[in-house]
Structures are given as structure tokens and as C-alpha cells.
């Protein structure tokens, strides 16, 4: 900008620098109750998982008591969480999904 008498007046600088979004890992939790086969399932329908990496992560939360379903940003991650604590309690089971900052 030009302030008239002869000086130069800078407009603010527009800020251009972009923030990359926090991401979150979505984790299943292991229990002694819900079925194998209903695992399986949420991982297929909620984390597009084909049948092969549900059962692998399935397993893997069977016997570590904890898995990764995958990393999304928080509100995709919290959106997951919320659907899968809801199907579980539908189909009474005690599946828990919980989400952690990476
Ligand atoms: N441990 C369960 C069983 O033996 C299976 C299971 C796997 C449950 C993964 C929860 O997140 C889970 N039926």
C-alpha cells in the first residue's frame, strides 16, 4: 500500500502456511466374550477391511490384547469409535474402540 507521502505502508502479510491435521490410530481392544466372527465383521463394515485383514487383525488383537484398525484424523477416528462402541452394545457385546493420539 502507499501512504501518499512517498513512504510504502505494507499490508499484513496473508498467512499461507497450512496446518497438517493430528492424526489418531483407532484401536480394538481385546475380550473374553464377543465373538470372533462378529469382529471380523466390524473390521470388514467399519474399516473396509477384506475378510483376510480382519482376521489377521482380529487375531492379532485375540492374542495381544490390542489392535490397529487404522489412522484417520479426529473426527473420522471419533466418528469410527462411536459406530463401533454403538454396534457392539446393539448386539450386546462387550467390544471396546478407543482412539490415541499418534
Ligand atoms: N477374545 C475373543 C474370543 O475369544 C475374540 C475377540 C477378538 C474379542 C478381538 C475382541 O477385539 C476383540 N471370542
Known amino acids: 500500500n502507499d501512504d501518499g507521502g512517498g513512504g510504502t505502508v505494507l499490508a499484513p502479510k496473508t498467512r499461507f502456511k497450512?496446518?497438517?491435521p493430528s492424526l489418531y490410530r483407532v484401536l480394538l481392544l481385546n475380550d473374553d466374550y464377543t465373538p470372533m466372527e462378529?469382529?471380523?465383521h466390524v473390521l470388514e463394515r467399519f474399516f473396509?477391511?477384506?475378510?483376510e485383514e480382519a482376521?489377521?487383525?482380529m487375531l492379532h488383537v485375540h492374542?495381544?490384547?490390542v489392535g490397529d484398525c487404522?489412522?484417520?484424523t479426529y473426527e473420522i477416528a471419533e466418528t469410527k469409535v462411536t459406530q463401533v462402541m454403538d454396534f457392539a452394545r446393539r448386539h450386546q457385546h462387550p467390544l471396546q474402540c478407543?482412539?490415541?493420539?499418534k
Open 48 to 51: 473396509n477391511k477384506n475378510r
Open 98 to 101: 478407543v482412539m490415541e493420539k
Open 55 to 57: 482376521t489377521q487383525i
Open 38 to 40: 462378529f469382529v471380523v
Open 63 to 65: 492374542q495381544n490384547g
Open 70 to 72: 487404522g489412522t484417520f
Open 18 to 20: 497450512t496446518k497438517r
